[in-house]
């Protein structure tokens, strides 16, 4: 239990992205409980650059992709009031994930543009990705310029249950 806060830096598997924790495939990130642990980014943490993503949680290896990586019983809080650069960002991020399991996580206040393109963000993004799994999973506002709820760009096989999105901008 407890609140962390994370500070973006360049991800070590691709320099057009920043990312505060890397999780390597086959991983499993487990909190204490949704209300319990808190993963909180750094105030003005975001890539300066709006043709960088940045992430407060990537997956490690972005180019071979992230495979059975496991997030469950946490808050990922993005901090949107205190991130304010011109670089929209993600709550997590898969990126040619398969087989990943997202349960009970709350992802909140993730800074985004308020227009579609390269600087939207969403919360959840799982790309070019198959089998994926959402149980009981939170996208939140409740402060800042906030990005979309939940995303599966170009991917297949993704099923979400009990799952829900408030206060998107």
């Known amino acids: 239990p407890g ?3 994370v500070s973006s830096a360049v991800h070590t598997d691709a320099a057009t992205y920043n990312a505060c924790l890397r999780i390597p495939n086959k991983v499993t990130l487990q909190g204490a ?5 808190t993963i909180k980014m750094a105030a003005n943490s975001i890539g300066k650059s709006a043709s960088v993503a940045s992430a407060v ?5 972005l180019t071979a992709g992230g495979d059975s990586i496991e997030i469950r019983d946490l808050t990922v809080d993005g ?3 205190n991130n304010t650069a011109a670089a929209a960002q993600d709550g997590i991020s898969i990126l040619r994930g398969v087989a990943c399991r997202f349960t009970r996580v709350r992802v909140k206040n993730v800074r985004g543009t308020g227009f579609a393109g390269p600087t939207e963000g969403f919360l959840f993004e799982y790309g070019l990705s198959s089998d994926g799994t959402y149980i009981e999973c939170e996208a939140i506002r409740d402060a800042g310029s906030t990005s979309a709820g939940f995303s599966c760009n170009s991917s297949v096989n993704i099923r979400y249950v009990s799952c829900i999105a408030k206060g998107m901008t």
């Open 33 to 37: 409980g949704k209300d319990a642990t």
């Open 3 to 5: 609140t962390y806060l």
């Open 79 to 81: 901090n949107a009031i």
């Open 57 to 61: 949680i990537f997956n490690q290896a």
